[in-house]
């Protein structure tokens, strides 16, 4: 059995200094915790220079939902709105339990950072100690290796939740603050009809006024159904359905849905704009691609909500080993039961049919066609998530869907690096805009 990795392990260690490393890492969250829920900046607490950035970054994510709670929302009302229509179908793996119960109130909110989450995060690291190392392992390395993964998910979280909720707070948090246009693209039909404006390669739609379905033997004006179509003001995007290209098909169980792409770009023009840093020219100076997830739709299904999660290497157009995220929808007592704790990239084929070490043709094109949309339609919102068809004709080629902006990675790889860079540049170009923010309001 390989050794795994932890960053808060080290070789050698006796029990004195794990203990210490321990208490350290406890007060540090704490410690950050309470400092950034009082209103701390990002890095004005001397006690975690000495964490990775991500541990700031975390910490001040977590914090900034209480600052956040009452204040506007750009989809949902206010922030805390979004996290009970958002969170009432997860579930931390093994609990069964949704997460909006968390959020009625501040206080359980605060209780569950506070002594839920800590211990969840004792019980997740016990677990994957026992996993994750080799039976032979003596007593002082196993919990030397326990200490470590506690620390890492209290204070360094690798899990797609954790990337989602710090994406989803930083889209709360930049609207309010900045006021960004972009956000009104998260309606659909705003979308389409602005994209296909622009000539932005966004999905067809049907230009008539209304649409009509009957029931092909229902009488006595009983089965009829009427459609005013939202080119008209109604509340209906009508389209044509789109099918999978070959390429996608070929990847997929006979009866699969329509799958798609999910395709990260990062936009760092409006931190820039804050900070005084000027205009970029060019989409290659301030939007990139992070990451691209194939999602294989099962069979039967009728859309890729139910799917496998391949992760594709774009510096060589290749899809990796596949996952999914279903153990954290597991609701109730009976499923969490029955719910695996962890899951991992171990997946090759999606319904039988193999997927990893297939190229995915077009795959440079697909990343460069959501970098120059994002900053021609977009540029001013930080994070967005592109659902990508491929499809066959009559409508081929590749086309947008829609656009997500409190946008989940789908556990696909990414630049951490980067990405806490940009999340850092964010939050402290945001910190004065902030400021002004409590002025105003007080």
């Not at 350290?24 to 990775?52: D, F, T």
């Not at 100690?129 to 204070?155: H, I, N, P």
């Amino acid at each position: 059995m390989a050794a795994p990795e932890c960053q808060f392990v080290s070789n050698g260690d006796g029990i004195l200094s794990l203990i210490l490393r321990l208490l350290k890492g406890i007060v540090a969250y704490y410690a950050g915790l309470g400092y950034y829920v009082l209103g701390g900046s990002l890095n004005g607490l001397s006690l975690l220079q000495s964490y990775p950035k991500r541990t700031r970054v975390h910490l001040y994510f977590l914090a900034l939902n209480f600052w956040l709670w009452k204040k506007p929302h750009y989809r949902t009302g206010t922030h805390q709105g979004d996290m009970l229509k958002n969170l009432r179908n997860v579930a931390i793996p093994g609990t069964g339990v949704p997460l909006h119960l968390f959020v009625y109130f501040r206080v359980t909110a605060l209780f569950f950072l506070v002594a839920v989450y800590p211990a969840v995060a004792a019980v997740s690291a016990v677990n994957r100690a026992r996993v994750e190392l080799d039976k032979s392992t003596g007593l002082v390395e196993r919990a030397t290796w326990a200490a470590g993964f506690f620390l890492e998910q209290l204070l360094t979280p690798e899990d797609w939740f954790t990337y989602w909720r710090m994406n989803s707070s930083l889209a709360s948090y930049h609207s309010l603050l900045s006021g960004a246009e972009g956000y009104r693209f998260e309606n659909k039909w705003d979308f389409l009809r602005d994209g296909a404006a622009l000539d932005v390669p966004v999905s067809p739609f049907l230009d008539m006024s209304d649409l009509v379905i009957k029931d092909r033997n229902e009488e006595g004006g009983m089965g009829i159904f009427f459609y005013k179509n939202a080119t008209e003001g109604g509340d209906w995007i009508i389209q044509r359905r789109l099918h999978n290209g070959e390429a996608v098909q070929q990847m997929l169980p006979d009866n699969a849905p329509l799958s798609t792409f999910r395709v990260m770009t990062a936009s760092s023009w409006s931190a820039k704009q804050v900070a005084g840093k000027g205009d970029a020219a060019k989409a290659g100076d301030c939007v990139k691609a992070l990451s691209c997830v194939f999602r294989a739709g099962r069979a039967g299904a009728s859309t890729d909500h139910s799917s496998i999660l391949f992760d594709v290497d774009t510096a060589k157009a290749e899809l990796g080993r596949g996952t999914t995220n279903d153990h954290w929808y597991q609701l109730g007592l009976h499923k969490a039961l029955k719910c695996d704790w962890l899951s991992t990239h171990d997946q090759t084929d999606a319904g039988g049919v193999p997927v990893t070490g297939k190229k995915l043709l077009g795959c440079q094109e697909m990343l460069d066609m959501c970098v120059d949309s994002h900053y021609q339609m977009l540029k001013d919102v930080p994070l967005v998530g592109w659902d990508v068809a491929i499809c066959a004709p009559p409508d081929e080629g590749q086309w947008l869907l829609e656009v997500n902006l409190s946008c989940n990675f789908f556990r696909g790889s990414f630049d951490k690096d980067k990405y806490f860079d940009f999340l850092e540049e964010y939050l402290v170009a945001l910190e004065p805009l902030k400021a002004k923010y409590r002025n105003k309001s007080a």
